[in-house]
C-alpha cells in the first residue's frame, strides 16, 4: 500500500510521457518521499506510448503501466487505472499537463486542512484552447446544472485528489455509462474546490474531438438527469390533454351542424387514439427512467461516520 497513486490515461500522447514522468514524480516526491506510485493506462494508443511506458516501468519502480486491449475512451481508462490504484490518496490528472502535477502539495494541504475527501480542481482560466472549447464547455457545465440534483462543481475537470473511502465508493459503482466528475460528485462526503490556471496542452493535440465530446456530453446529460425524459413525457401528458380540447371543438361542430358527414366520427377516432398512444408514452417513460436508475446498481446511500456505534452490536456497530 503506497500513500499515494497518481492515475493517468493516455491516448496518443507519446511526445509528452517523459515530461510528464519527470514532473509527476518530482511532484509526488516533495510531499511524498519515495511512497507514491504513478499508474499510467495506455488506451489503445497507435504511436509510440506503449513502447515508451514498457521502458519508463522497467527503468522506475514507482512505475506501473496498463495496456487496454483498444481504445476505450478516455473515463473508461480512468476507470482502469483507479482499479489498479493502491494508494491512500489518488490524484487523477491528464497526460497533457494542462493541469499542473505541482498543485498536489496545495491539494493535499487542503484536504487535511479542511477534513475534505476530494479537493478538485477548478479552471480559473484555460489557456491555449480554442474560443468554441470554451464556449461549448462553459454552455455544457451549466445545461448539466440546470438539469440535474447531483452538484456537479462548475468548471471542474477530472484533475481532482481523492481519499480511499472516496475511491472505493466510486469503485462500487458499476454503471456502464461512466460521466467521472459526476459519480465522484453524487459520492457526498466533503469536497472542495482549488483554483488554478490551465495550461496549454505540452504537445500534441486535444483527444476530445467533436464527436467525443458529444458523446461525452450524452453520457453526463442521461446519466445524472432524467430531464430529457421528463420533457418527453411533459410533452406527451400535454398533448393528450389539449386533446380534449380538440375533442370538444368537434362535438362542437357537429352539434351545429358545421361538419360534413363521417368527419366527426373520423376525427374522433384519430384525436382519442392519439391521445391514448401520448398517455401511454408517457407512462411507459415514466418506467423505463426507472428500470433505468435500477440498472446503475449505485449504492442507495453511503455512510460518512457513526455515532455511538460501540454501544451496539450488529451489522452497523460492529
Ligand atoms: N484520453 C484517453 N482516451 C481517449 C481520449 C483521451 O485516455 O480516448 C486521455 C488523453 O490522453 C488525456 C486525457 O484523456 O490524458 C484528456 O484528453 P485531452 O487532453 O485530449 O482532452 P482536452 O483537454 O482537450 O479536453
Ligand atoms: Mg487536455
Known amino acids: ?19 510528464l514522468h519527470e514532473r509527476l514524480s518530482s511532484a509526488a516526491r516533495t510531499t511524498f518521499g519515495d511512497d507514491y ?31 487496454l486491449s483498444r481504445n476505450h475512451g478516455h473515463q473508461l481508462a480512468l476507470t482502469a487505472g483507479l482499479d ?14 494542462q493541469d499542473p502535477p505541482e498543485l498536489l502539495a496545495d491539494m493535499v494541504e487542503t484536504m487535511h486542512r479542511e477534513k475534505a475527501d476530494v479537493v478538485y480542481g477548478v479552471r480559473k482560466s484555460r489557456k491555449g484552447e480554442t474560443a468554441f472549447k470554451r464556449a461549448t464547455a462553459h454552455g455544457f457545465y451549466r445545461l448539466l446544472a440546470s438539469a440535474t440534483d447531483v452538484d456537479i462543481p462548475l468548471d471542474a475537470g477530472d484533475f ?16 456502464q455509462a461512466r460521466f467521472i466528475r459526476g459519480m465522484v460528485a453524487w459520492i457526498g462526503f466533503k469536497q472542495v474546490p482549488i483554483l488554478y490556471d490551465r ?47 380538440i375533442v370538444l371543438f368537434i362535438l362542437y361542430a357537429w352539434l351545429t351542424g358545421r361538419s360534413i358527414p363521417g368527419w366527426t366520427s373520423l376525427m374522433f377516432v384519430v384525436v382519442v387514439l392519439g391521445a391514448v398512444q401520448m398517455f401511454v408514452l408517457a407512462l411507459m417513460g415514466e418506467y423505463i427512467g426507472r428500470l433505468y436508475n435500477e440498472t446503475k446498481r449505485r449504492p442507495l446511500y ?10 451496539r452490536t450488529g451489522r452497523l456497530g460492529q
Not at 500513500?3 to 509528452?16: D, G, H, R, T, Y
Not at 464527436?211 to 430531464?227: C, P, V
Not at 453511503?302 to 454501544?311: L, N, S
Request: proline share 4%.
Open 84 to 97: 489498479l490504484a493502491r494508494g491512500e490518496l489518488i490524484l487523477v490528472i491528464d497526460a497533457d499537463l
Open 1 to 19: 500500500m503506497n500513500s499515494l497513486s497518481i492515475v493517468v490515461p493516455c491516448f496518443n500522447e507519446q511526445a509528452c510521457l517523459d515530461t
Open 37 to 67: 506510485e504513478i499508474v499510467l493506462v495506455n488506451d489503445g494508443s497507435t504511436d509510440g506510448s506503449w513502447p515508451i511506458m514498457q521502458q519508463m516501468s522497467a527503468a522506475d519502480p514507482h512505475l506501473v503501466a496498463v495496456n
Open 302 to 311: 453511503i455512510v460518512q461516520e457513526i455515532a455511538g456505534a460501540e454501544h
Open 160 to 175: 481532482r485528489l481523492i481519499s480511499r473511502r472516496a475511491l472505493d465508493m466510486f469503485l462500487a459503482m458499476p454503471e
Open 199 to 245: 495550461d496549454e496542452r505540452f504537445a500534441g493535440d486535444t483527444k476530445y474531438p467533436l464527436s467525443k465530446m458529444l458523446r461525452f456530453a450524452f453520457d453526463a446529460l442521461t446519466g445524472f438527469s432524467s430531464a430529457p425524459l421528463k420533457l418527453a413525457s411533459h410533452a406527451g401528458l400535454a398533448l393528450s390533454i389539449g386533446s380534449v380540447v
